[in-house]
């Protein structure tokens, strides 16, 4: 487990947990991007503190989140990482914790009551690695950060939670199945092209009402699930796509393309040939018409 020597500066400090006061263990667990979350099965992220005197012990990594409401269970998908932080004095390290609870609130962090076990037998076995063809969709905010800033924390993190509302309202609308959120984006997958983009535009009407702009991106391909998480090339790809749209836009790529052939109801204008950073050779995109 790495060590070092607890920083001198410190964030914003945030008041503390009233059942905290006073102890010298003060567990935090923190989710990010899911507010008052109503869907099951997804993966995500979990970060927790824990102060015993002088010292900080921080531990962070992919979660699986099965269950809603009280019925919720969070595993760890796989070992996470760890790091020891020596703070010197118990006032510091205090203070680091504090500051460190904060930086994640502002990050869209939620508290998560309860523990983190460990990752199912059942899926350590079973799910490893599982191949899967589907369409990828990425959702993007476009210009989160200058939006955030402008309308401060608080209303923020209530804009957020609408916006993720909207979206897996039309998931779920979509059959489209949510697996990882990631910051202010979402990334989903469907059995159908044709579910992928009809979601799309959904969600683009969707945003008007919350007077925000995205960005969303749809691919093709076969992609590998281990331990929770989604990896593989496809994803990539589906990245890199949703980067080149513009506000308000919805690129996808000529994989999709070649499976919209009998859905004559969809229009797609062709966008051109791009260069997908880290991924080989060019590749044609297409605009989705509204």
Known sequence: MPTQECPTTFLAEVRPNVSAIGRAYMPKFLRIGVHQSNVSGYTSKAWCVRRAGSTIF????AVEVQGTGAQRKVYWTRVPQEKTIRCRTAQRAKDYAKAAIARRRNHRYEPLTGSIANRRPSVARSAEL???LATILIVDIVGSTAKAA???DARWTKVMGHYYAAVRKELKSSRGKEVVTTGDGVLATFKAPAAGIICATAIQK???TLGLEIRVGLHAGEYTISGGEMVGLAFHICT???AKARAGEVLVSSAV???MKTQAAIGLTDHGMHRLKGVPERWRLYRVER
């Open 206 to 208: 969707a945003m008007l």
């Open 240 to 242: 890199r796509i949703a």
């Open 130 to 132: 599982k191949q899967a």
């Open 150 to 152: 402008k309308l401060g």
């Open 257 to 259: 393309k070649e499976l």
């Open 58 to 61: 921080l531990k962070w990594g």
